[in-house]
């Protein structure tokens, strides 16, 4: 459907990158339901540069989730470059890197990175070209629409990144003093594809697929970044892979499937991080694979609160009549 350098993309589904949440065994599991491409968690460039064993976990690729891109983040290009390289020797079984630009919050943008790298667009241009120069793998980025209201930028950021060679641009559309409050801006990138030269995937408030089909519509953007919409609802992802390759409109998941695939995932992340971290990531992640569906607001949060093994949560939901 879209290529990112040479690399072809088969899906309008990209799947976000969101800190704590995909992981490997996320990636992997997100990908039977049409992934078209997925990113890593944010990783620290610093991080990679002194050898961080947590750290070092978030560049973990399997053939399973591919194509995928390693998302660096950090304010210095020299340090960026430093933990490219490491990336490439470590682990050379990834498509791409994607720089983040976009990420809000104020731990990272105090030192410089993330969306405070959008202040100052010449040297943002200084930044990424070096970036981009320094890898024959495809660099992509994620921005937002500016810093506030009263500096949207995002137009004149995009054809900075298209002149520094990036091969794709994600967008989500809110500032970064927006952070993730108020409603997604479509209207204001409307038909954004129809100037740009490279790639567009939009993000903000993807949450059902009349939401994917709106955000395309507006923008006529190649894919859809699914992040928190898809977290516990990986329907989600069929439903708008298939309404893009087929025409047809499916309903969502039942619940006994659902929860299926709730231990499908569980595995995986206790195959990845072992029972200890993995339901201690599951307690946030696991109610949400019940949301939407009747009477599950008490049952949800007794598996938020209780749980510690994996046969806690088994014995809830049989407690419950869902297994």
Known sequence: MYK?????????????PMAG????????????????????????????????????????????????????????ENNIVKAMKIVEETNPDFDFFDINLGCPVHKVTSTGAGSALLKDLSHLRDYMALICKSTTKPVTAKIRLGWDSDSINFKETI???????????????????????????????????DEMSVPLIVS????????????????????????RGGV??????????????TGKKTLGTPLNENIKYLL??????????????????LRGIAPKFLS????????K???SQTINTKQDLLNILKDEHLI
């Open 264 to 281: 499908e995932y569980l595995d995986l992340l206790i195959e990845e991080k072992g029972e200890y971290t993995a339901i201690k990531i």
């Open 204 to 227: 903000g408030d993807i949450f059902t697929l009349d939401d994917a089909i709106n955000a395309i519509d507006i923008t006529h953007a190649d894919a859809v970044m699914i992040a």
């Open 301 to 303: 949060n007794k598996i």
């Open 232 to 245: 516990g609802n990986p329907g989600l992802i069929r439903q708008i892979d298939e309404y893009y390759k």
């Open 21 to 76: 949440v995909t992981s490997l065994a996320y990636r992997k599991f997100m990908k039977q339901f049409g992934v078209g491409v997925s990113v890593t968690e944010m990783v620290s460039d610093c991080g990679l540069i002194y050898d961080n064993k947590l750290t070092m976990t978030y560049i973990k690729t399997d053939k399973v989730d591919r194509p995928v891109g390693i998302q660096l983040f950090g304010f210095d």
């Open 159 to 193: 054809k900075v990144l298209e002149e520094a060679g990036v091969k794709a641009i994600g967008l989500h559309v809110r500032t970064t003093k927006q952070m993730y409050s108020g409603k997604a801006n479509y209207e204001i990138a409307r038909n954004l594809r």
């Open 292 to 299: 939407g569906y009747e009477n599950m607001k008490p049952i």
């Open 4 to 16: 990112i350098g040479d690399i072809e993309i088969d899906s309008k589904v990209y799947l976000a």
